[in-house]
């Protein structure tokens, strides 16, 4: 039985890779923070299958605890702190734990068990200001956030352990992947969870950035077995994992209100832009100039050609697919919600 380690298991991505371990027979480690009360997060429902191990990526001690207890052969470093606006707000903290912790990690793994695989959660937010159009593996960096430059110093690390200490250590260069699990905090989630609460009459518009912003979206579930593909060849390398389509912010929307019968128009251009419900008339979209990033990604488009041909990887959930799965789960959230406030009346 194969030992995995993964940290950032409550998030997103983590617990989607939990249960795709655990389905394929692995005794499954997670690394979580110490916190005043305890939150499962996304694995709450598999608790019970997981073994939890207290520590923090700004921490090397810990994570060679870690290390020790878990004897990992595969380990999944998604731990980070992945939300692009906050990095502005908190760009040291960002670097340590997006940054420096990959170097924890990575030396940790060296110390305790340097046979074991180690998987590095790069992001296409180090492409930046794109220089090629699609972006590939072999495509020029120009990271734009301090999240970008952060995740870009653990990539580099990342290769150069590998080169240096002869470590099997990879990174997936991963384009946007969401799901039902995603954080409130992220765009698209954003958009889901007001569609939701628009359509059962709890919340009138929702305010957001820069609608003519282009990513390459896919959902994690599909990007998860990416991860776990990279780390069973026989030599490490490093894959962009993409869809090859790029949409949107404003096509993300209207996807999304059309999973509830409502169909968008639009009113005005850049900041002045307003999205209407075109049967009502009502504004249930304002373009607001707080939420444009200080130095803009315009387009991300990801070629996943070499991980097709390597790995065996296609995704499999469709970008419309996507959109109304994240929307489905938001309306019966916002329902159960209501169905709770009126009991408590």
Request: aromatic letters at 10%; glycine letters at 6%.
């Amino acid at each position: 039985m194969k030992h995995a380690l993964i940290t950032g298991i409550t998030g997103q991505d983590g617990s989607y890779l939990a249960e795709l371990l655990l389905e394929k027979g692995y005794e499954v480690y997670g690394i979580m923070r110490r916190k005043s009360v305890v939150d499962y997060g996304n694995v709450d429902h598999i608790k019970d299958k997981i073994h939890f191990i207290y520590a923090d990526m700004t921490d090397e001690v810990s994570l060679i605890n870690a290390m020790r207890i878990s004897q990992a052969d595969e380990v999944y470093n998604l731990a980070a702190q992945s939300f692009v606006a906050t990095s502005w707000e908190q760009p040291i903290a960002t670097a340590e734990i997006d940054a420096l912790g990959v170097t924890n990690m990575l030396e940790a793994i060296r110390n305790v068990k340097p046979e074991a695989r180690f998987y590095q959660a790069s992001t296409s937010e180090m492409f930046g200001l794109v220089q090629e159009m699609p972006q590939t593996e072999k495509t020029p960096f120009y990271p734009r956030s301090p999240y970008s430059v952060a995740k870009l110093y653990g990539h580099w690390i990342t290769k150069n352990y590998r080169e240096s200490y002869g470590l099997y250590a990879c990174s997936g260069i991963l384009f946007n992947h969401e799901s039902e699990r995603r954080g409130l905090e992220f765009v698209t989630r954003k958009i889901t969870d007001a569609v939701a609460r628009i359509k059962q009459g709890v919340q009138e518009y929702v305010e957001l950035g820069n609608m003519d912003a282009k990513r390459d979206w896919g959902h994690s579930k599909d990007y998860v077995r990416a991860m776990w593909l990279m780390l069973q060849q026989d030599k490490p390398d490093d894959y962009v994992i993409a869809t090859n389509e790029t949409r949107t912010v404003r096509e993300f929307v209207e996807t999304a209100f059309a999973r509830v019968g409502i169909e968008v128009e639009w009113h005005g251009e850049g900041v002045e832009e307003t999205g209407v419900d075109k049967a009502t008339g009502k504004t249930i979209v304002k373009v607001n100039p707080r939420f444009f990033r200080p130095a803009e990604v315009d387009v991300l488009l990801g070629n996943p050609a070499k991980a097709e041909a390597e790995l065996g990887w296609k995704r499999e959930i469709s970008f419309a697919e996507l959109v109304n799965r994240m929307v489905d789960n938001d309306m019966e959230l916002v329902a159960n919600e209501i169905k709770v406030a009126e009991l408590l009346k």
